[in-house]
């Protein structure tokens, strides 16, 4: 069951693992699980259509919701094209290929080579991280989702996958500040708009050098492990993956290839010992649905991964309340003491200090930050009052 790279990437997996079915995510609950579904859930995925945004209070006003809805727009159409065929692309199934495999492969002789110029083009496209996994088929969903009628269907990839790209989009650090919020659900919509403009374009131009290259958002597989595995970063207990460049201030997309490329490594850090001792997300959440003490094995519901030691959300709890505010909350990521500005000298002094034996130090000095900022105060900067 263990892989040499597992215990490195901090992925824990027991006998009793089981791949995770992505009907039981809790965002595909939503949709055809009565202990989730709801007028108030129905609600939440209304309120990306501005007919039916609610209009209340400062952070959920008409100009916020608009806002975060334009955010979603390229991701939304790129996820409505395969709806008469049971497909919401880059969310319930891998985004179709726009462009066919080239009839001649361009000849690898050195995938170490040929990692760095996919690392160059995914930086030019506008990634902001990218590392590179070996396939690990236990985190590829054991079946996808027909949105048609919700039922189970095949994860589709081509034969001979061997490597997964894994792309890196932060987040904007002024409206992730205003969490929870409409106006904040625009950093999320842009992030994901982002990247699905970018891992589009790599795709399709690992597909130009004659390989095969499926892009992925949340489809397809779980993309967290993949980010451990490529490098990118250590998991923690908000369930995020912290990074050393923007913290846990990201969004992951996947391209699943068969072009040839050396894998990175994982780079364990010290996240977890810091996690450890840190309870601020935890002691943050509106609803209780983080948890407390050390890593465990499964999770409250059907939403957990099975036979995985990690420290695991209560989903339900967790997409109630979003249902609640009719928009995404991410007060754990606000509130995260490694949510900083790392291209400052003081917040990567920080860094350092919590990724060492003095991290008791770091939390401290932590203390006092992580306040929500008013959204109102981030229109009346965008005017310049």
Not at 15 to 28: A, K, L, V
Not at 47 to 75: C, H, K, V
Not at 202 to 228: K, Q, W
């Amino acid at each position: 069951m263990k892989r040499p790279t597992d215990t490195a990437a901090g992925i824990d997996l027991g006998p009793e693992f089981e791949r995770f079915s992505q009907r039981n995510d809790i965002f595909t609950r939503a949709f055809w699980d009565p202990a989730v579904r709801s007028a108030r859930t129905d609600a939440f995925f209304a309120s990306y259509r501005m007919e039916a945004a609610p209009r209340r209070g400062d952070g959920f006003t008409q100009r916020d919701f608009a806002l975060r809805n334009a955010s979603w727009l390229i991701s939304d159409l790129v996820s409505n094209r395969g709806g008469d065929s049971g497909r919401r692309e880059g969310f319930q199934a891998a985004i179709d290929n726009d462009t066919p495999v080239a009839d001649t492969a361009v000849p690898v002789d050195d995938p170490a080579a040929m990692s760095a110029e996919v690392k160059r083009i995914a930086k030019l496209f506008g990634a902001d991280l990218c590392g590179i996994s070996e396939m690990d088929t236990r985190f590829i969903y054991a079946s996808a989702v027909d949105t048609r009628d919700m039922s189970a269907r095949p994860v589709d990839l081509p034969e001979g996958i061997t490597s997964v790209i894994v792309l890196g989009h932060a987040m904007d650090a002024d409206l992730v500040d205003t969490y929870p919020s409409a106006l904040a659900g625009a950093a999320t919509g842009m992030a994901y708009s982002h990247e699905a403009a970018i891992v589009m374009q790599l795709a399709a131009y690992i597909r130009n050098l004659g390989y095969e290259a499926t892009a992925s958002m949340n489809d397809t597989g779980l993309v967290i492990p993949f980010a451990l595995k490529a490098g990118l970063g250590e998991y923690a207990r908000n369930q995020m993956v912290i990074t050393p460049e923007f913290g846990p201030r990201l969004r992951f997309s996947k391209i699943f290839t068969t072009l040839p490329l050396a894998h990175d490594s994982p780079r364990p850090m010290g996240v977890a010992a810091f996690c450890d001792i840190c309870t601020k997300c935890a002691d943050a959440c509106p609803v209780k649905a983080l948890p407390y003490g050390p890593p465990q094995v499964g999770g409250p519901n059907i939403s957990a991964l099975k036979g995985a030691r990690k420290w695991t959300s209560d989903a339900e709890k967790c997409f109630g309340f979003w249902a609640k505010l009719a928009s995404d909350c991410a007060i754990c990521l606000r509130v995260c003491p490694f949510n900083r500005d790392f291209s400052r000298r003081r917040d990567r002094l920080w860094l350092r200090l919590a990724l060492s034996p003095l991290r008791r130090v770091a939390l401290w000095l932590d203390r006092r930050r992580g306040a929500r900022r008013k959204p109102g105060d981030w229109w009346r900067d965008a005017r310049g009052d």
